[in-house]
């Protein structure tokens, strides 16, 4: 069977022309695979589907029923697929790839006449693991090709980016997403006003405007707006940072039992001696993953707050249509009534600054509550609704 059998496994990639200009040719079997690739581009752009997409037609070329090979790409059971996140709490760690990548890509595949290696977060890798990378990426077997994904690709170190063809994916725009989100959800349940709303907030990430629409997502983004508003104007007595912790601890809370579902199902499909060196390791990486998606959770919830201070900025100076809150235009004028250029500009950079502090593992708590007793220092000097601009 050749790849170019598989074009329905592709859609996505019309958003994309760069990466449906590399990839496409080697689906329809112009140009032979390369031995790695560097998927790049802002989350949400659909580089994980693509990535899964791409194996499946590699590890089904030649095969007797290739669909059954797509659906266990699919469900993460094909043998000869290698689907690697990384387990510690900010970074890539050597074990992680160590036998999983580097040891492994050593071995003929099992069925099929490729082995496939996908690895996130490339850019997180610490030095020991990206010296570890280098000598597979250098000189893999003929069978092996390995799919490497970031969102920050000028973070990934030279020596891994050189030895890949890099793939771009480009920011989705508000309006696909917008339209996907009613599409995809449940009739009469999202109106074109929030999920415009959604969409612009998410800045081209399509899983982040999907997150906002849901339940889970209007919740976090409720908090973020009342914890910035109440802030800015100084009503911290009712400290507005403590549902944020919650709506985070929840997050990281859900990551971790997910993680410990998968663990479970892991550990079933391991010899016995294997067993008990997993379940002691099960522990160290639920901790892990639940920081990962609370310390997420919360960047997702400043970043909204911080959206909320430039949308009021640019009410304020007279530029409504670039606003991303759309769904909130009476808030955004009544605050712009009420605070200086200069006091929203400061905000923005005080939340930035604290974004780039809460990524340093520093205290979540003390740091949402000084942020909140810092945007709210200059309420007094700023103008209050109703006076003149």
């Keep these: 069977m050749a790849l170019a059998d598989l074009p329905a496994a592709f859609e996505g990639l019309d958003a994309h022309p760069h990466a449906r200009a590399l990839l496409g040719s080697v689906v329809a079997g112009t140009h032979p695979p390369s031995h790695a690739y560097l998927f790049h581009g802002p989350p949400g752009t659909g580089k994980r589907t693509i990535a899964r997409a791409f194996a499946a037609a590699l590890l089904a070329?030649?095969?007797?029923d290739p669909q059954a090979v797509s659906d266990r790409v699919a469900r993460g059971t094909h043998p000869d697929l290698t689907w690697v996140t990384p387990s510690g709490a900010a970074e890539m760690l050597v074990s992680d790839?160590?036998?999983s990548v580097v040891a492994?890509?050593?071995?003929?595949?099992?069925?099929?006449?490729?082995?496939?290696?996908?690895?996130?977060?490339?850019?997180?890798?610490?030095?020991?693991?990206?010296?570890?990378?280098?000598?597979?990426?250098?000189?893999?077997?003929?069978f092996v090709h390995l799919l490497l994904l970031t969102t920050r690709p000028g973070e990934v170190m030279p020596t891994i980016a050189s030895r890949c063809q890099l793939v771009r994916f480009d920011p989705l725009a508000p309006d696909r997403i917008a339209a996907d989100l009613i599409a995809g959800g449940d009739p009469g349940g999202l109106d074109d006003l929030h999920a415009r709303a959604c969409a612009r907030l998410a800045l081209g990430d399509a899983s982040r405007a999907a997150l906002l629409a849901s339940e889970e997502g209007e919740a976090l983004r409720e908090s973020a707006e009342a914890f910035v508003r109440l802030s800015i104007s100084g009503e911290t007595g009712e400290r507005p940072w403590t549902r944020l912790l919650e709506l985070a601890r929840a997050a990281?809370?859900?990551?971790?039992?997910?993680a410990t579902q998968a663990i479970a199902g892991e550990?079933?499909?391991?010899?016995?001696?294997?067993?008990?060196?997993?379940?002691?390791?099960?522990?160290?990486?639920?901790r892990r993953v639940e920081r990962r998606a609370r310390t997420a959770a919360l960047d997702l919830a400043l970043a909204l707050a911080e959206l909320w201070l430039r949308d009021t900025l640019c009410v304020r100076e007279g530029a409504p249509e670039l606003i991303h809150a759309l769904d909130r235009r009476a808030e955004l004028e009544h605050d712009a009534a009420a605070c200086s250029v200069e006091r929203l500009r400061a905000g923005i950079g005080q939340i930035a600054d604290t974004r780039l502090r809460l990524a340093l593992n520093v205290s979540e708590e003390l740091a949402l509550e000084a942020l909140a007793y810092r945007l709210g220092a200059g309420q007094a000097s700023g103008p209050r609704s109703g006076s003149s601009p």
């Design 61 to 64: 070329e030649g095969a007797d």
């Design 267 to 286: 550990l079933e499909l391991l010899p016995a001696r294997e067993r008990k060196r997993h379940e002691r390791e099960a522990g160290d990486t639920r």
């Design 252 to 258: 990281g809370a859900r990551a971790g039992e997910q």
């Design 104 to 142: 492994a890509a050593a071995r003929t595949p099992f069925e099929a006449a490729r082995r496939v290696f996908v690895i996130e977060d490339v850019d997180t890798l610490n030095d020991q693991a990206a010296n570890r990378m280098l000598k597979t990426l250098e000189e893999p077997p003929a």
């Design 97 to 99: 790839i160590d036998q």
